[in-house]
């Protein structure tokens, strides 16, 4: 069994074909869902923090036309997709050298020491009301709020989290606040990825304690309590 309240299974790696998606448990789908919402079909896409390609090959599987976009073309196993290394000292706009109708950037602002400035950039790639799709943790939901009361850091953001970059936690409201200073309008926030309230999938005394305390914590939080991450769906004002 496996929905927002319960689950009984443990979480498996997922991959699209045969790439690795290196997101939380369904999460390219539902961004993939949000794309075809909000960006018609053939629209010209940019990806930012492609990685080695899992969600670029799936706009391309939906007719978008993709432009992937990462530090390190090492990591690239999409050969057929055009891929563009990012000049970090020239920015965004500059390494692609054109604008956009859309863009993505799937669980990578809270790599960056500068979340500010990636949105600024992401501005700056796209043309008029074009829209972006992004994904972060979500460290407001419950399960974050029960760690931060007891340990003082958010879930995702603890010392373990370091080794692979998580280093910028970003709230809704910081990052509405963001967007709205830089020119963006945010059209929604939705939860995402998976994260159930009681977690059976090993049934010991100890993770039974944690669901009561879980599902307490549930029913106390208000405002964006629900989802691994969130989803935010931003339209580039001019």
Avoid at 51 to 76: E, H, I, M, Q
Avoid at 95 to 118: F, K, Q, T, Y
Avoid at 148 to 174: K, M, N
Wanted: charged residues 20%; contains cysteine; proline residues 5%.
């Amino acid at each position: 069994m496996r929905n927002w309240l319960i689950n009984t299974e443990p979480k498996r790696p997922e991959y699209y074909e045969g790439l690795l998606i290196h997101a939380d448990t369904g999460m390219h789908d539902q961004a993939m869902a949000l794309f075809r919402q909000y960006v018609p079909a053939g629209s010209s896409v940019l990806d930012i923090g492609a990685g080695a390609g899992a969600f670029s090959r799936r706009l391309k599987n939906a007719t978008y036309a993709v432009t992937a976009l990462d530090v390190d073309p090492d990591k690239w196993l999409s050969k057929d997709i055009r891929f563009v290394r990012l000049d970090i000292d020239a920015g965004i706009a500059a390494s692609i050298g054109e604008r956009m109708d859309a863009a993505c950037c799937l669980e990578v602002i809270e790599h960056v020491e500068n979340p500010w400035n990636l949105l600024r950039e992401a501005a700056a790639v796209l043309k008029p009301h074009g829209r972006l799709i992004l994904s972060t943790p979500n460290v407001t939901s419950f399960l974050s709020r029960l760690i931060f009361l007891r340990t003082g850091q958010f879930h995702q953001f603890r010392d373990a989290d370091l080794s692979y970059g998580h280093i910028s936690p970003i709230t809704p409201f910081e990052l509405t606040t963001i967007a709205s200073r830089l020119g963006w309008r945010i059209l929604e926030i939705r939860p995402g990825g998976y994260l159930p309230v009681f977690d059976l999938a090993t049934m010991r005394p100890k993770t039974l304690v944690l669901d009561v305390l879980r599902g307490l914590a549930y029913l106390v939080a208000r405002n964006h309590k629900r989802g691994w991450c969130l989803f935010f769906v931003l339209e580039k004002l001019a």
